[in-house]
């Protein structure tokens, strides 16, 4: 059997750390060991400003560069007035998967990309343990800049940015929607329910499936909790079985 390139051992190293984080028993301490011998630090480090990616890749991604120019210059509401950048999103249209979160955070809002902070690469983890890619699915949050102090958007502020991310839904036609945190889950989902007891659960948003689950960054924050992790992973195995991936 012929030598696997390194991308792969990546790959398996990254799912690997990921499992081991999640506390899934069959993963041993040894494993994540052996697993992280020889990691790259590109592996450790978010991408620089000279490496972001292009806004979309993949076929037909054409009509979200027009969605993708008026949000870069897009002054509609106060976030516009502090931003370095906006942050459209970016990834593949032809997964059928699509992740959501609120906003971009400070690191976001520096290079113009979407979860390329410390809970980007807890969500790299995570989509690659789904057997994708980030290339293979699209990112994006449901306001575009970056709110002050990183607080949560305001009503405004998601109603004046909202129709962005409806004309993304019509293009995408996603199969599924990962919705990351409170916020997001609300959007699809709106009620006083708690994004602890909308987790788990598939909804309908315009003919398009729903799965909130817990934000990256609650699970950074709450690291030594794997009780959490373990139920973001359950959330996003019935993603996987919804689509054939599992």
């Known amino acids: 059997m ?6 792969f051992r990546q790959k ?67 976030l516009a007035r502090n931003r370095a950048h906006a942050v459209p999103g970016e990834g593949s249209i032809d997964s059928g998967l699509m992740f959501v979160g609120e906003g ?4 976001e809002n520096i290079q113009g ?15 690659e343990a789904m057997h994708f890619t980030r290339q293979e699915v699209f990112i994006t949050n449901i306001v575009k800049c970056q709110p002050p102090g990183n607080r949560a958007p305001l009503h405004d502020e998601i109603d004046i940015c909202a129709p962005y991310l409806l004309r993304q839904l019509e293009v995408i036609q996603p199969a599924v929607i990962v919705a990351l945190g409170s916020v997001a889950a609300k ?37 030594g909790n794997r009780k959490l992790k373990k139920d973001v992973w359950d959330d996003m195995q019935k993603v996987m079985v919804l689509l054939g991936k599992k």
């Open 2 to 7: 012929g030598k696997k390139p390194e991308g």
């Open 12 to 78: 398996v190293r990254n799912t690997l750390d990921f499992f081991d984080e999640i506390g899934v028993e069959f993963v041993s301490r040894g494993s994540k060991k052996a697993a992280a011998k020889g990691k790259t630090i590109a592996s450790e480090t978010p991408p620089s400003a000279e490496r972001i990616r292009p806004r979309t890749v993949g076929r037909n991604a054409a009509p979200l560069v027009p969605i993708a120019d008026e949000i870069l210059v897009c002054r509609k509401c106060a």
């Open 104 to 107: 971009p955070g400070a690191e």
């Open 113 to 127: 990309r979407p979860f390329v902070g410390r809970a980007g690469q807890l969500l790299a983890k995570i989509i």
């Open 187 to 223: 959007y699809f989902v709106p009620g006083e329910m708690k994004i602890s007891s909308l987790r788990g659960t598939f909804y309908d948003f315009q003919g398009i499936k729903v799965m909130p689950t817990f934000h990256p960054s609650y699970l950074v924050r709450n690291e």
